[in-house]
């Protein structure tokens, strides 16, 4: 069974940092690309950052450039999104998504 479980969300001070996870399982993650989305509420979903297949090339949405990282360890089939500099528009649900599926979601909010 293809599965796709986001973890690391949580509340954070603007400035702070957080690291989401995605563990995937019926599937070798590395061998398709992966992308992080987020949905603010009563916003549509927004692309963050993709890691393509293979050699793991990385792009970013310009709003998190150069503040967020996407990584991948292969060993633990797991990607994530290491996310600095938070701000109050980061709020949001982030998914990953990849081989035509999508997890359940982590909230992230960043709030004083």
């Known amino acids: 069974e293809v599965q796709l479980v986001e973890s690391g969300g949580g509340f954070v001070q603007p400035g702070g940092s957080l690291t989401l996870s995605c563990v995937a399982s019926?599937?070798?993650?590395?061998?398709?690309?992966m992308n992080w989305f987020r949905q603010a509420q009563g916003k549509g979903p927004e692309w963050v950052s993709r890691?393509?297949?293979?050699?793991?090339?990385?792009t970013y949405a310009g709003s998190v450039k150069g503040r967020f990282t996407i990584s991948r360890d292969n060993a633990k089939n797991t990607m994530y999104l290491q996310m600095n500099s938070l701000e109050p528009e980061d709020t949001a649900v982030y998914y990953c998504?990849?081989?035509?599926?999508r997890g359940q979601g982590t909230q992230v909010t960043v709030s004083s």
């Open positions: 019926g599937f070798t993650l590395s061998a398709y690309n």
């Open positions: 998504s990849g081989h035509g599926f």
């Open positions: 890691i393509y297949s293979g050699a793991g090339v990385r």
